[in-house]
């Protein structure tokens, strides 16, 4: 079983940046996949940003140029900094990462962290 701690949310005003944190613990041999999702009021999860063992990144249109994704493989944590925060950018947003034990892979969630983004 494996355990996502996000941290960093908050309130900010438009234009503004936030530093998200999520730290992976519990039973597993390695960490694949890390990524960002989030989730406004009424709408669906949607996808943010990924970020692979090796540092290869990939982002949401929505986001891209604004939020870097980065990871600490040695403390198991990703992070998610972002800039230029726009009203549009207020949700829950979600930590996942696919996490491996011995040959069984699976996909973890955190609990959320709000980030609320006023105009």
């Known amino acids: 079983q494996v355990q996502l701690v996000e941290s960093g949310g908050g309130l900010v005003q438009a234009g503004g940046s936030l530093r998200l944190s999520c730290a992976a613990s519990?039973?597993?041999?390695?960490?694949?996949?890390m990524a960002w999702y989030r989730q406004a009021p009424g709408k669906q999860r949607e996808f943010g940003a990924r970020?692979?063992?090796?540092?290869?990144?990939n982002y949401a249109d929505s986001v891209k140029g604004r939020f870097t994704i980065s990871r600490d493989n040695a403390k198991n944590t990703v992070y998610l900094q972002m800039n230029s925060l726009k009203p549009e950018d207020t949700a829950v947003y979600y930590c996942?990462?696919?996490?491996?034990?011995?040959?069984?892979?699976?996909?973890?969630w955190g609990q959320g962290t709000q980030v609320t983004v006023s105009s």
């Open positions: 519990g039973s597993f041999s390695s960490i694949n996949t």
């Open positions: 996942s990462c696919n996490a491996q034990l011995w040959d069984i892979a699976r996909n973890y």
């Open positions: 970020i692979t063992t090796s540092g290869s990144t």
